[in-house]
């Protein structure tokens, strides 16, 4: 399910507890380990057995294995305290005889040994002679990401230094230094921000060996110790000397500086710092710059060097494991899907050229996190690639090529954003990462001058031409299309309509469409949108339009939490344009299905959109808005105005139908009343004068203000009357109704006479039958497919679910009768179980959820069943959402084009039975 899918921030959250949990274990390894394992697997959302590892089920010549998944991960256990390199020997032979050619089960692809304390992760087929990484269970939370395949064995791990304490801490004072010089506006705002950029630049070279000699901080020292230093005058010429060419006689603290240039040093920014300000600065030079993480802290000084503008349009921190969900499957996978078929010297040699000329744009790239990943891991394929050179040369006698293979180049990346101080930070970011990246795989082009980063260039993504690439990736702004002119302007929002021509929707609908039409057949993307690009209109404009222009989707997260400021619900969406071969793997949150529809459910690959059924429509409604307090009245006011011998006040007074009172309601009953005049008119509405004085007294005022002038006119009538709904159910002894939102659809037969507020669904009809339809497995599942969703849960429209949604067409009347009893005997018990209890809905099927209530359990599967039948299928298709899904989306299409009879309405309702 979509809300199993962890983001980042929810992993480090869940190993915290974890870790607390078991900081202080110092029993054996045999009492718990299997224990601290279950745990681990349920810390980062899977389940241990579900996805098939096992526990001592494998014997090899070293023994048990304390854990094993077949060709994914072996797990060796030590007790508390046992160092392990003791376990080298067990380490190795469990990975070379894990392997099992008769059920081609390659050998696992990683070997964890862990004494409860700390942890080493081997991938032996790659890296035999060391560990990929080393932390200890304290560390854990921030070394998350080296464990992914724990969340799901197709992602990547992450094997970096994160110490996010001291990149944190770092950033800190960068981040006090600016403010304090902003504050007393040592100069202005863009030549603050270019020194502090200038100055963050020299603390990083320092540390790894790029300016000698430490200029900076013997700059900053030699000030302090004057009684009036001139910084701007003395860090001003250092920044003036990176910028010169050739020596010219540095002498003193300057002897080791060098020539930097690539923008950063093209106008030397001089700023006066008083003796706070210069303390700020040695306390910053004092970190060990060469273990800062260029991600974290990109991301912090992003958010103290930005400006307002950019909460505005939604930017923020990505953790690396989300930035993973689109960088594995665009970039990594693709090509290491490539690099393991490589048979001779000759092709692999050919494929590292290919893969040195592979161009990434990332056409919304903030301070640069998206590509300093990609350009990470792109140069881990690279090194992968060389190894695999030298492994093919080996086994097949091959000559080794001669010179200098290739390297991949750093200006193979290309950014936009609209911020000039985010460019301005994806440089600095990314001039870091290939200085760490050279240590980490080996000489690149030179570090110095600085390698030319003008493709990271500032500009409106939407509004400028976009460079010839390989792959798109990125985080385009999320900002939702109400919010789109009173942030961005009438004139703007009138471009894009005018530009795209698919209306006004959320702004990162626009990336998603833009992104497709520049991709070439063969080419990927993968971005991350608000969950609108897979709901009714913002998908018609995005996903749908992928799926039908040769897009196909192979990886998505339909729904997970994300981190930052913006605290909404993404999508996270990779997708191939024109293969020339239909892909064959789809990941859909965490688990592998047949293809990916456009709405980001299992389903057709090929993205069919369903249509409105015209037989469906004028039976399923929202219920009516107010638009004015006075209108609700508590229990005394109602029941004078009831017992009132004045009039009939029953007309006009009525209960009033939420959909927290489906849901959390013991009988699904209304908890408030209403006065409700129906489209009487005014004269007609005086006829019940104490209701009229309320309303005159209240939401009159209330309306006099209000710039819609028919609403203001017609003061005692709703905002929104839902006539046609009253013209529906007028003939019904009872209607049915849902809760719009919530994280299962629940329904209730309601009284006619009461009033449904725009929180509930109405459906014109009062037969056990068409109950039984709407309370069946089929229409949750096609609600759930077809709805739009409310950060995770369910958000059920009639146009999205109901219109669309093919009804089954009972062959016989004992098919319908089957129905309509598991209908009522479901219905029955269910009321029964809510008040014995005294639980609303949602309680009771929480607990049935979790294993209560089996007779209720068992009485839908009934119910589904006997739907499953009307349609024609097996009793097994009953419960698989995605058959459901998949034979209802044909089932549509058939109608829709007019290849089959559809009138599910015209048999008679079968009343005689009807509870």
Not at 206 to 214: T, V
Not at 272 to 286: M, N, P
Not at 399 to 427: H, Q
């Amino acid at each position: 399910m979509a809300d199993a899918v962890r983001s980042g921030a929810e992993l480090q959250r869940a190993l915290a507890e974890f870790v607390r949990r078991w900081s202080g274990y110092s029993g054996s390894e045999r009492a718990e380990a299997q224990t601290f394992l279950n745990e681990l697997f349920a810390a980062y959302g899977s389940d241990r057995q579900s996805v098939g590892a096992r526990f001592e089920d494998f014997r090899s010549s070293a023994g048990f294995m304390d854990l094993h998944w077949p060709g994914i991960m072996i797990v060796e256990m030590k007790a508390p305290g046992i160092a392990l390199e003791k376990a080298a020997d067990q380490r190795d032979r469990y990975w070379r005889e894990s392997s099992d050619p008769a059920t081609d089960t390659p050998a696992a692809r990683w070997v964890v040994l862990c004494n409860f304390q700390e942890f080493e992760i081997w991938e032996p087929g790659r890296f035999p002679n060391r560990p990929r990484s080393r932390f200890t269970l304290a560390e854990l939370p921030e070394h998350y990401d080296a464990l992914l395949f724990l969340q799901n064995e197709s992602l990547e791990p992450v094997f970096s230094e994160h110490r996010r304490e001291l990149t944190e801490d770092a950033a800190r004072h960068v981040a006090e230094l600016y403010r304090s010089m902003l504050d007393r506006s040592a100069a202005p705002v863009d030549e603050i921000q270019r020194f502090t950029m200038q100055l963050v630049w020299c603390l990083f070279a320092e540390d790894l060996g790029m300016l000698e000699g430490y200029p900076l901080q013997a700059t900053v020292e030699a000030l302090l110790k004057e009684d009036d230093p001139d910084s701007a005058k003395e860090i001003g010429y250092l920044f003036q000397l990176l910028n010169q060419k050739g020596d010219h006689n540095r002498k003193g603290r300057f002897a080791g500086t060098r020539y930097v240039n690539g923008d950063l040093f093209a106008r030397p920014a001089a700023v006066y710092l008083d003796r706070a300000e210069l303390l700020h600065l040695k306390q910053a030079a004092e970190f060990n710059w060469r273990e800062v993480n260029p991600t974290i802290f990109g991301s912090l000084l992003e958010g103290v060097l930005g400006d307002d503008r950019r909460s505005e349009i939604g930017a923020h921190y990505t953790h690396e494991a989300d930035i993973m969900k689109i960088v594995a499957p665009t970039i990594v996978r693709p090509w290491r899907e490539r690099i393991e078929t490589t048979g001779s010297v000759t092709e692999a040699v050919a494929l590292l050229d290919e893969l040195c000329a592979f161009r990434v744009l990332d056409p919304a790239c903030g301070c640069g996190n998206f590509l300093y990943v990609a350009y990470r891991e792109l140069r881990g394929l690279e090194f992968d690639l060389k190894q695999r050179i030298d492994r093919l040369a080996a086994e097949t006698g091959s000559p080794r090529p001669t010179g200098t293979l290739p390297f991949y180049p750093l200006s193979n990346l290309f950014g936009i954003d609209i911020e000039r101080v985010a460019v301005m930070i994806a440089r600095v970011t990314l001039w870091m990462g290939h200085r760490q990246m050279i240590e980490r795989y080996g000489e690149a082009e030179p570090v110095l001058p600085l390698v030319d980063l003008s493709r990271i260039a500032q500009a409106d993504a939407l509004q400028t031409d976009w460079p010839e690439v390989d792959a798109i990736i990125g985080n385009p702004p999320f900002l939702g299309a109400k919010l789109l002119r009173p942030s961005l302007g009438d004139d703007y929002v009138d471009w894009l309509v005018r530009q795209f021509g698919v209306g006004v929707k959320d702004l990162c609908v626009y990336w998603f469409r833009r992104a497709h039409e520049h991709l070439q057949p063969e080419q990927r993307a993968g971005l991350v949108g608000t969950n609108s690009i897979s709901q009714t209109t913002g998908r018609l404009a995005s996903l749908a339009y992928i799926a039908s222009t040769g897009g196909v989707i192979t990886d998505a997260v339909s729904s997970q939490k994300w981190p930052g400021d913006a605290k909404v619900h993404v999508s996270i969406v990779n997708w191939v344009k024109s293969p020339s071969r239909n892909p064959t793997d789809f990941t859909l949150d965490d688990q592998v299905v047949s293809g990916i529809a456009p709405n980001l459910r299992a389903g057709d690959a090929a993205g069919l959109e369903v249509g409105s059924i015209a037989e469906n429509r004028g039976r399923c409604f929202a219920g009516v808005v107010p638009q004015g307090k006075g209108f609700l009245l508590d229990d005394s006011v109602a029941s004078a105005l009831l017992a009132s011998d004045d009039a009939a006040y029953e007309q006009v007074v009525r209960r009033f139908l939420t959909g927290a009172d489906i849901a959390e309601d013991v009988r699904q009953a209304p908890s408030r009343w209403v006065i409700d005049f129906g489209s009487l008119p005014l004269e007609r509405a005086l006829t019940f004068p104490a209701a009229v004085d309320i309303l005159r007294s209240s939401v009159k005022i209330e309306r006099e203000t209000s710039t819609n002038r028919a609403v203001e006119r017609r003061w005692w009538l709703f905002g929104r009357r839902v006539e046609d709904m009253r013209a529906a159910i007028a003939p019904l002894r009872r209607y049915a109704a849902a809760a719009a939102t919530g994280k299962r659809l629940l329904l209730a037969w309601v009284e006619r006479t009461v009033v449904p507020n725009n929180a509930v669904v109405v459906f014109a009809f009062d037969d056990d039958y068409s109950m039984g339809v709407l309370l069946s497995s089929a229409h949750e599942a096609w609600a759930r497919a077809q709805s739009s969703t409310l950060e995770t849960r369910l958000r059920y429209t009639n146009a999205a679910v109901f219109d669309t949604y093919p009804w089954p067409d009972p062959v016989t009347p004992e098919q319908r009768e089957a129905i309509a009893a598991a209908s009522r005997a479901l219905y029955a018990r269910r009321s029964e179980l809510c008040i014995e209890h005294s639980m609303g809905l949602t309680k009771l099927y929480n607990l049935m959820d979790e294993g209560g209530f089996a007779d209720l359990a068992a009485l839908h599967r009934r119910l589904d069943e006997a739907v499953a039948a009307a349609y024609g299928w097996a009793k097994s298709v009953a419960q698989d959402p995605e058959q459901i899904v998949s034979r209802l989306t044909a089932l549509n299409r058939e109608i829709v084009d007019g290849g089959r009879a559809y009138d599910p309405f015209a048999a008679p309702m079968p009343t005689e039975r009807e509870s």
